[in-house]
């Protein structure tokens, strides 16, 4: 099967979100969400220096910082709370002819930090590229987001490697980039474990981390 680039208006409805495409819309309520210090203190956007406190310099900085053209550009949305946007997330990077795409560029409100929104999110978006033909997919992070890390070991991502100064961060320093993948032979346990992770306690609820 040939890979091929999942339809970007398409909502993926999960158990604890809905994906639907980003608009100018949401931005608004996204700025709510995400347009934190501490998002971007973690590394998001290229770290503290992108932070904007103005909605308008931060949707400015959004419209460079985000894919719009060459990725699928999602809101994410609490099921519970009819569809409250609690962040963003993208698959991109498409290789149709090595069949490979990128999960990255993904934020979300510290209130659901903690929660099942991430593992939720990831189940969608996994289960979206491998029907559509991809063979691998990549999840990536600066090597000092010690979150975004955990978070992408505890999904069971493998981790491939370190690129020393592959870009700049906003600040001018150079960033080293942590690769991990999964491939479509690793999809039913990764499948799995989402699927445990959503059934615990811990991950039916929208917990802020601590």
Not at 11 to 27: F, I, K, M, S
Not at 113 to 135: C, I, P, Q, Y
Request: glycine residues 10%; neutral net charge.
């Amino acid at each position: 099967m040939a890979a091929y680039r999942p339809d970007p208006q398409a909502c993926l409805e999960g158990t604890v979100v809905v994906l639907r495409e980003l608009t100018e819309n949401d931005l608004p309520a996204l700025f709510t969400a995400i347009g934190r210090p501490e998002i971007f203190a973690g590394g998001w956007g290229g770290g503290m220096g992108a932070y904007r406190e103005d909605f308008g310099q931060w949707s400015e900085f959004l419209w460079q910082w985000l894919p719009w053209q060459q990725g699928n550009v999602y809101a994410v949305c609490l099921r519970s709370s009819g569809g409250t946007v609690v962040g963003t997330t993208t698959l991109g990077d498409f290789d149709l002819r090595n069949e490979s795409a990128h999960i990255g560029w993904t934020a979300y409100s510290p209130d659901v930090w903690g929660s099942g929104v991430n593992a939720d999110a990831k189940r969608l978006l996994l289960g979206t590229a491998f029907t559509h033909g991809f063979e691998r997919i990549r999840l990536q992070t600066d090597v000092l987001n010690v979150r975004s890390r955990a978070a992408i070991e505890r999904i069971g991502a493998q981790e491939e490697g370190v690129l020393r100064h592959v870009q700049r961060r906003a600040d001018g320093s150079w960033r080293d980039t942590v690769i991990y993948s999964i491939l479509r032979e690793e999809w039913p346990h990764v499948r799995t474990v989402l699927h445990k992770r959503l059934a615990a306690p811990s991950d039916r609820g929208y917990i802020p981390s601590p």
